[in-house]
């Protein structure tokens, strides 16, 4: 874990749920649910609450993870890590995706010819799409259907996506990754919600959304700033990945700032 970025108290090194969530490509998601059940459980909070993992922490998770790409349920590996020291885990690790190659290796094939057909006409798996942004795209994506499912925006949002090949998910990736790590930079540097580059930022957040899925208007765009602070699984997906406590409410109220202005201006 050299490559994260710790946050030092005085006995130890430890990590926040975002960064760990993007150093061993797990979802904030996965990881709440890793600690609900008790299977890997954050032995340390921040001064605002906030779960912070340590050395063993992290070395349990990996072995969690290893065994999950093994496609073993969480039971199965909730009985194994109960015995057995590090060593035990990394040989039980290695014998069983040595008894996997074969068939592993039997499947690429088959995987390499069906991607070849997929590619054919420039669309995207779903599992690509998992791949490019990870699993909290479905995670939301399978909410957003729940929510507005009915809606005239989510079919036209269906449509459009139909439509898109690689290039349109990379851009549109790389873009979302820049609209919110600027909104996380902006909170960071103290910015008020309500300055122009605040309300400049929420914008173009707004924009995107109606260049890429479906018309966003001001009171629809204010309803999902609302969104953001009402459903903790949104709230952690701005505070704890971006590790900047009080990032959502910031958002919420930038995109009312800016919805306001507009009104007022309009």
Same mark, same amino acid.
């Given at each position: 874990m050299g490559a994260v970025t710790r946050e030092q108290d005085q006995t130890m090194s430890t990590w926040t749920v975002g960064e760990v969530a993007r150093e061993l490509g797990v979802t904030v998601r996965t990881l709440h649910h890793y600690d609900e059940i008790g299977l890997v459980v954050p032995s340390e909070r921040s001064a605002a609450g906030y779960r912070l993992y340590t050395e063993p922490d992290l070395e349990r998770l990996q072995h969690v993870v290893v065994y999950r790409r093994l496609e073993l349920s969480l039971e199965q590996i909730r009985d194994l890590l109960q015995g057995g020291d590090a060593q035990t885990h990394l040989r039980r690790q290695r014998e069983a995706v040595l008894a996997r190659l074969d068939e592993l290796a039997g499947l690429v094939t088959a995987i390499d010819n069906a991607l070849?057909?997929?590619?054919?006409?420039?669309?995207?798996?779903?599992?690509?799409?998992?791949?490019?942004?990870?699993?909290?795209?479905?995670?939301?994506?399978?909410?957003?259907?729940?929510?507005?499912?009915?809606?005239?925006?989510?079919?036209?949002?269906?449509?459009?996506?139909?439509?898109?090949?690689?290039?349109?998910?990379?851009?549109?990736?790389?873009?979302?990754?820049?609209?919110? #790590? %600027? =909104?996380?930079?902006?909170?960071?540097?103290?910015?008020?919600?309500? +300055?122009?580059?605040?309300? $400049?930022?929420?914008? /173009?957040?707004?924009?995107?959304?109606?260049?890429?899925?479906?018309?966003?208007?001001?009171?629809?765009?204010?309803?999902? #700033? %609302? =969104?953001?602070?009402?459903?903790?699984?949104?709230?952690?997906?701005? +505070?704890?990945?971006?590790? $900047?406590?009080?990032? /959502?409410?910031?958002?919420?109220?930038?995109?009312?700032?800016?919805?306001?202005?507009?009104?007022?201006?309009?």
């Open positions: 070849e057909k997929t590619m054919s006409d420039q669309r995207l798996t779903h599992e690509e799409l998992k791949e490019l942004f990870g699993g909290e795209f479905y995670d939301h994506r399978d909410e957003a259907e729940q929510r507005w499912g009915d809606t005239d925006a989510w079919r036209e949002s269906q449509e459009r996506q139909k439509r898109y090949g690689r290039a349109e998910w990379t851009q549109i990736k790389a873009e979302t990754d820049q609209l919110q #790590g %600027e =909104l996380a930079r902006l909170f960071k540097a103290g910015v008020p919600a309500t +300055d122009p580059a605040a309300t $400049a930022a929420v914008e /173009a957040h707004r924009q995107h959304i109606t260049r890429w899925f479906y018309d966003c208007p001001l009171e629809m765009h204010r309803n999902l #700033g %609302e =969104l953001y602070v009402s459903d903790p699984r949104f709230t952690a997906s701005y +505070d704890e990945e971006y590790a $900047a406590p009080g990032l /959502a409410q910031w958002v919420r109220d930038a995109i009312g700032a800016n919805a306001d202005r507009q009104d007022a201006a309009g």
